[in-house]
């Protein structure tokens, strides 16, 4: 059964022997993967999953947004193209990253964390060094006057790109067992770091050169000062070995000298050329699927190419740089594709790479260290045209975001050390009340309800929870908060409606925060809750700021949409645990919801001043807020609600702005 100990020990090993295999034959790497895959439609594999209370983390959503995006483009790309055969071929690539998400599921249920990365490396760097040296031994002598490669069962340039990205990631793992006290773990991972440096150096793979400085920008802000002395020494070690000892590179700088290019470099220039061409002439679109190719053969044709020979055995395919391959084919969605496949990691693992944790910087490290490998690799390389190097990103990738998920719960172990009150101000929330409190109680010391006039069990459920109630009249929502703000007495408060919830989650990492801050007030991220769908993205993406020291803080005298008001200089950051919120019980109660706030919205606006003068501006702002919420803030990962969602952001948005056009005029029957 996959829910026992030796079925996760099994996913496990699978998932190191993908990486391990990555470095030796891609049927390894393969296999791995789809046996991975596979296990994700195991029933019990995802009951466990809703034990362990996972809930499709916003983090691997992101992520999986960016495996997608790429895939919706290139089948848009090739139904245009009439269904082409030859483009067909080429979805076998891009297709892999649809296993993303059962990757995921699979990983996440074996309990894949940072030592399983760990060793995914350490075993891959081993794997690489062992086909490197056989591949001197074992391979085909080199053609007269071409230098000797290792590489047996691999491409020398895949084998020497994964191997400089498994040596660099194994120093951050020297780091991560260094913070855990570990020497002799430290010692041996830097040694099959080595190791993989040394299978690397044996490839002459050129583009390490660019790649080696990007990564190293990446750990050496979690080193010490020591420590990053010693990672530069061998940084400038190993590239003047490449320089020194790589014949193929001291060709280029010979030819360089004497006015002359070498065929690679020559034909590099040529295929770009070619490609940027492509993309100039359809700077929109791009020419298509097969524009790249069908360009460079009309080339070679017409006798216009140089080294055509060379080009036509080598480059027909592909570009040899990621970016203009997609601009050349697919245009600007080609390179946006790129840039999400890419960017989308780096943001969602790079707000981690400071953590406390030792565990979730090493995982965070490794997420940002395989997209930028890639980005640099991608500049001479076509590496998201190759599927190994397609499947070990799929398969890195997935790796991280279980780990990261993973090391984010296990690290909140501490309990604070100040008090805390939470404050609550209800009118009619019989239906929240309880549940809200209760909640609550996980995080707080003090509970202090403010009732504006309930004509429900409000307040008798309120005084079932605490002692502090207050039963007053209704000033506004700014007043009313700072009321209860005024009767709070811990050290930091906690600000809360009543249709809220704190998930269990987000009360550990509260707890564990708070045993020592490293900011004065926190923003707590929503997890708007309606119609059984859980948004995470659009408006309902927001992290509105709920949790503060309290000396210093007052909320502003808004009607509504109050403002807590932090005294200047105060440091605020955002918690990754889901703050819930029911925002609304039906869609008939958000119509009124809207309605109120957008009349509120627009009152507020007026006593500030301000003024609107034709009905085209409240038009503009609904259209602009359905933009901003579906498609910036991707709203539409969210699917039906979310689209119902951002339609009625709109709609407060133009009613906020036709109300306030309203103020500026004569009610009727007035003279």
């Avoid at 929330?429 to 409190?437: K, Q």
């Avoid at 029911?582 to 119509?591: K, M, S, Y």
Wanted: charged share 15%; with cysteine; aromatic share 8%.
């Amino acid at each position: 059964m996959i829910s026992s100990a030796r079925g996760q020990q099994l996913l496990a090993v699978l998932a190191v022997a993908g990486f391990a295999g990555s470095v030796i034959y891609s049927s390894v790497l393969s296999s791995a993967v789809v046996l991975l895959a596979l296990a994700a439609a195991l029933p019990a594999l995802r009951r466990q999953l809703r034990t362990a209370g996972w809930e499709r983390p916003r983090e691997l959503r992101l992520l999986h947004f960016a495996c997608w995006f790429p895939v919706v483009v290139f089948l848009l790309y090739w139904v245009v193209s009439g269904f082409d055969y030859r483009a067909l071929k080429e979805l076998d690539g891009p297709a892999r990253f649809l296993l993303f998400w059962p990757l995921v599921i699979a990983l996440s249920a074996a309990g894949v964390g940072a030592r399983t990365l760990v060793s995914g490396f350490a075993l891959m760097a081993l794997v690489a060094a062992v086909h490197a040296l056989a591949s001197l031994w074992l391979g085909a002598p080199p053609q007269s006057g071409e230098p000797l490669r290792a590489g047996l069962w691999l491409n020398p340039i895949t084998l020497g790109n994964l191997s400089l990205l498994a040596s660099v990631v194994l120093l951050s793992a020297a780091v991560y067992w260094q913070r855990l006290q570990r020497t002799s773990l430290v010692w041996l991972v830097l040694g099959l770091a080595a190791l993989a440096l040394g299978a690397s150096l044996m490839t002459q793979t050129r583009s390490n050169l660019l790649a080696l400085p990007l990564l190293l920008a990446v750990l050496l802000p979690q080193m010490s000062a020591r420590q990053r002395l010693l990672a530069v020494l061998a940084a400038v070690a190993f590239l003047a070995l490449t320089v020194l000892g790589n014949p193929r590179f001291l060709a280029t700088l010979t030819g360089l000298q004497a006015g002359e290019l070498d065929v690679q470099t020559s034909s590099r220039l040529a295929i770009w050329q070619i490609a940027w061409a492509e993309f100039a002439a359809h700077p929109g679109w791009g020419g298509g699927l097969n524009a790249y190719h069908d360009a460079v053969i009309a080339r070679a044709a017409a006798g216009s190419l140089q080294q055509p020979e060379f080009v036509l055995n080598c480059c027909t395919r592909h570009a040899h740089n990621d970016l203009l391959q997609s601009l050349a084919t697919r245009g600007l969605l080609g390179g946006l594709s790129w840039l999400l496949l890419l960017a989308i990691p780096i943001s969602v693992f790079a707000r981690h790479l400071r953590a406390p944790e030792p565990a979730v910087a090493f995982v965070a490290s490794v997420g940002v260290l395989l997209p930028v490998a890639y980005g640099a690799f991608g500049l001479t390389e076509a590496v998201f045209s190759r599927s190994v190097f397609i499947t070990f990103y799929l398969l890195t990738l997935a790796t991280c975001g279980a780990a990261l998920v993973l090391e984010l719960r296990r690290g909140c172990q501490r309990q604070r050390t100040v008090r805390v009150s939470a404050i609550v101000i209800t009118r009619d929330e019989e239906e929240h009340i309880d549940a809200c409190l209760a909640s609550v109680a996980a995080v707080a010391d003090e509970i202090i309800v403010v009732d504006s006039g309930s004509t429900d069990a409000t307040v008798a459920i309120a005084r079932r929870h605490t002692e502090h109630v207050l039963v007053t009249d209704w000033p506004g929502f700014g007043v009313q908060k700072q009321r209860a703000l005024e009767l709070a007495s811990g050290d930091w408060v906690l600000s809360i409606d009543a249709d809220e919830r704190v998930s269990s989650g987000l009360a550990a990492e509260i707890n564990h925060v708070l045993a020592a801050p490293n900011a004065d007030a926190y923003c707590l991220p929503w997890a708007v809750t309606i119609y059984g769908t859980r948004l995470d993205f659009g408006r309902s993406g927001r992290a509105p700021l709920r949790l503060f020291r309290r000396e210093g803080v007052c909320f502003s005298d808004a009607l509504v949409h109050e403002k807590i008001v932090l005294p200047e200089g105060r440091g605020v950051r955002t918690l990754r645990g889901r703050l819930v919120h029911f925002t609304h019980r039906d869609f008939g109660h958000a119509l009124q919801k809207g309605a109120q706030y957008a009349w509120l919205g627009a009152r507020e606006k007026h006593r500030q001043g301000k003024r609107v003068r034709s009905l085209l501006y409240p038009t503009a702002r609904g259209v602009l807020t359905f933009v901003h919420v579906y498609l910036l803030r991707l709203g539409f990962l969210d699917g039906q609600v979310g689209f119902l969602s951002a339609m009625l952001y709109a709609q407060v948005s133009f009613n906020k702005y036709a109300g306030l056009w309203t103020q500026g005029r004569p009610r009727y029957g007035a003279d």
